[in-house]
């Protein structure tokens, strides 16, 4: 099936369908693009650091449970990986951490 004829057809659709549909087409771009280059976001300290102060969680469960999130789409990330994330973050002062508290520095 051609680009052209899933356009024609989604015209048919209900506006909520075609919300649903788009919807479901980004979180598959978004999976397809996570799934190219998984090691170039996994090495990359800087897209971490970039999310986190975005997300900015206030407990280390909740940056635990953020960091989780990033690599979901590839598998995923051991509990070993997640501390030495943590630890290069505290390392290179992003962050500290005070009774389970996330400090951004």
């Known amino acids: 099936m051609s680009y052209e004829e899933i356009a024609k057809e989604c015209e048919l659709l ?3 369908d075609k919300l649903r549909l788009a919807q479901l087409m980004l979180q598959l771009g978004r999976k397809e693009e996570e799934g190219k280059a998984p090691q170039e976001r996994a090495d990359n300290l800087n897209y971490i650091i970039e999310r ?12 635990h449970n953020s960091i989780v999130s990033m690599f979901q789409f590839q598998g995923s990330v051991s509990e070993e990986d997640i501390e030495k994330i ?4 505290v390392q290179k002062k992003y962050i500290k951490i005070e009774k389970n ?3 951004y520095l």
Do not use: D, N
């Open 14 to 16: 209900s506006y909520r």
């Open 52 to 63: 986190l102060l975005k997300l900015k969680p206030k407990r280390l469960k909740s940056l």
């Open 86 to 89: 943590v630890k290069i973050l």
């Open 101 to 103: 508290k996330v400090i």
